[in-house]
T-cell receptor, first 114, second 114 residues
Framework: AQSVAQPEDQVNVAEGNPLTVKCTYS??????LFWYVQYPNRGLQFLLK??????LVKGSYGFEAEFNKSQTSFHLKKPSALVSDSALYFC????????????FGTGTRLTVIP | NAGVMQNPRHLVRRRGQEARLRCSPM?????VYWYRQLPEEGLKFMVY????????ESGMPKERFSAEFPKEGPSILRIQQVVRGDSAAYFC????????????FGAGSRLTVL
């Protein structure tokens, strides 16, 4: 069975500081990993994904994530946070074979303080 | 390209009534996924459909819930005899095929059961 854990419900960071949103996963085989962002009253927007290759993945809006197989983690990072980054962030996983549906974590609310 | 279109955006039903939520996938997409988001929770997978076929319904409640994706027209998520616990945001996503791992999400339909 596949699962995703986002240990922090809330992350607060000052504008201009680096941010990290944590994610760990459990899946059989090599995982497909994703980050999505949700703004109020909106659907989820894709940020980035890891399928294979370089462990450091760069995505939209300056975000990046690092795949760490030994720690089964896929933390989302950004070197300098913006107030407009404040939103709900979801990590998701799927197995490389089988159905294409994603399994999501419970989400982390990021607040960037001006 | 209008993206994934969901309607209605907001739906209010009394207990015992039926709710029908519609999803038109992106142009060229033949795979549809339904997710439910309860307040302050992450997205829970419900069902994955391809045109005229249910691929995976492992997340669907056993009673009162059904989904279809006919050859013509939108995908429909149907909830019969709604209860207050059905109040949630229901998101639809689509992809062009089973191999494309990135899902495109709609803005969601928010169901409120009085």
């Amino acid at each position: 069975a596949q699962s995703v854990a986002q240990p922090e419900d809330q992350v607060n960071v000052a504008e201009g500081n680096p941010l990290t949103v944590k994610c760990t996963y459990s899946v059989s085989g090599n995982p497909y990993l994703f980050w999505y962002v949700q703004y109020p009253n909106r659907g989820l927007q894709f940020l980035l994904k890891y399928i294979t290759g370089d462990n450091l993945v760069k995505g939209s809006y300056g975000f990046e994530a690092e795949f760490n197989k030994s720690q089964t983690s896929f933390h989302l990072k950004k070197p300098s946070a913006l107030v407009s980054d404040s939103a709900l962030y979801f990590c998701a996983v799927r197995e490389p074979t089988g159905a294409n549906n994603l399994f999501f974590g419970t989400g982390t609310r990021l607040t960037v303080i001006p | 390209n209008a993206g994934v279109m969901q309607n209605p955006r907001h739906l209010v039903r009394r207990r015992g009534q039926e709710a029908r939520l519609r999803c038109s996938p992106m142009k060229g997409h033949s795979h549809v996924y339904w997710y439910r988001q309860l307040p302050e929770e992450g997205l829970k997978f419900m069902v994955y459909l391809q045109k005229e076929n249910i691929i995976d319904e492992s997340g669907m409640p056993k009673e009162r819930f059904s989904a279809e994706f006919p050859k013509e027209g939108p995908s429909i998520l149907r909830i019969q005899q709604v209860v207050r616990g059905d109040s949630a945001a229901y998101f639809c996503a689509s992809s062009p095929d089973a191999a494309t791992s990135v899902l495109t999400f709609g803005a969601g339909s928010r169901l409120t059961v009085l």
